[in-house]
């Protein structure tokens, strides 16, 4: 095992060159400066020699174990290195959306092949007991201070390693205050929304106050944190965007009166708490994409099913609003490279400031590498000498 550490930490450092080139033009991106051109978060798989350095551990098997997680984390960093391009490398403390919410009393279920799931709520009376003003301990979840021990242990790791500002620790996934809220208490939420939502919105706040909470832990336990925040082994915020994922999964199933009512106020609270963001929300709501474009303190978006939508309306409608789009556009059958980076840079590009508005990710095998960065070269290219 510490072999294969050691191939990895190496093939790492030789190949780290790009690392802060990739930092500083997907920083200025989310800044809104001009750039010669948008960061492309390229990965590449991992090779089968790469692959035979390291284990690949299941859900349940690195839950609780520091090295396990910290391995995995290492691995998948691999691929971004792999692409040695445009994609900024981290790891975290993979433990599922419902780690927040674990502090409010109910552990995840763990499964070997899927995610950790919340899958026992809490109850409405113990909920409405809860003060506003109480104050979240780490020791409120098993789970929870098992996550900073995680995170503790991987600045420790990477420091050891001369890998601080070259491989990063992301926080916590971070679920919105109405995602956080569901977890907690269960689709009961939905009639509560209607039948009380004075609780509901007593709910929402302790929602957020979790939120605060558990990003304030993971911030102090992450190096370069008030320069940057990362994320997802593959994009990078500099701290003065706030550099927060926010997930409205949830929000996405609710009514244009109840999102106004319920879901627009708290996550204004949560981005303002920490100076900005990005919104990520799988499925599709128009009206909760208006509210995010709307909302002066996100920065940027990011879709989970970006085939539901209009892709190249929702770029222009990005660029136009001043916010980044960064994830993945599915390519059409048969368009080559060229064709495909041209169709989905060109709504993205600002011809008057010379901003781009987009991180596009895209991935692919080694082998293929030279020829897609040659490929999106080119069509950013030919976008700044004819749009």
Not at 139 to 156: C, R
Request: charged share 25%.
């Amino acid at each position: 095992m510490t072999d294969g550490i050691k191939k990895a930490v190496d093939y790492i450092k030789s190949n780290d060159a790009y690392i802060q080139k990739a930092i500083d033009l997907q920083c200025s991106v989310w800044r809104g400066e001009k750039t010669d051109m948008p960061p492309l978060a390229l990965s590449c798989w991992l090779t089968e020699e790469q692959q035979s350095w390291l284990p690949w551990y299941n859900f349940k098997e690195i839950h609780f174990d520091n090295e396990k997680m910290f391995i995995n984390g290492l691995r998948e960093v691999l691929s971004t290195i792999n692409g040695n391009y445009g994609r900024v490398p981290s790891m975290r403390a993979n433990m599922g959306c419902g780690i927040v919410p674990s502090l409010f009393g109910n552990q995840q279920r763990l499964f070997e092949d899927i995610m950790p799931w919340l899958v026992d709520h809490a109850k409405k009376q113990d909920i409405e007991n809860i003060s506003e003003n109480y104050n979240f301990s780490i020791n409120d979840s098993v789970e929870f201070a098992a996550a900073m021990e995680h995170i503790e242990y991987m600045t420790e790791k990477l420091r050891k390693n001369n890998l601080t500002g070259k491989v990063f620790v992301y926080p916590l996934d971070l679920q919105g205050a109405i995602d956080t809220a569901h977890l907690i208490y269960g689709d009961t939420i939905f009639y509560d929304f209607y039948d009380d939502p004075d609780f509901t919105h007593h709910l929402l706040k302790l929602s957020n106050k979790s939120i605060y909470f558990a990003l304030d832990e993971c911030f102090k336990r992450i190096e370069k944190s008030g320069e940057y925040i990362a994320h997802y082994n593959s994009v990078i915020m500099p701290k003065n965007t706030g550099g927060i994922k926010i997930s409205e999964d949830t929000t996405t199933l609710l009514s244009p009166p109840l999102i106004d009512e319920f879901a627009k106020p708290y996550l204004h609270e949560i981005l303002e708490y920490f100076n900005g963001g990005y919104v990520h929300y799988c499925g599709k709501n128009d009206h909760l994409l208006d509210v995010v474009l709307d909302e002066s303190l996100v920065y940027g978006i990011n879709f989970g099913n970006p085939e539901k939508h209009d892709m190249i309306k929702i770029l222009e409608i990005c660029r136009k609003n001043k916010k980044v789009y960064y994830g993945t556009i599915n390519k059409k059958d048969g368009e080559n490279l060229f064709d495909y980076f041209t169709r989905i840079l060109e709504p993205s590009y600002d011809r008057e400031t010379g901003c781009f508005y987009i991180i596009p990710e895209y991935g692919c095998n080694l082998n293929e590498r030279e020829n897609v960065i040659g490929e999106f070269e080119r069509a950013v290219e030919y976008i700044i000498k004819n749009i």
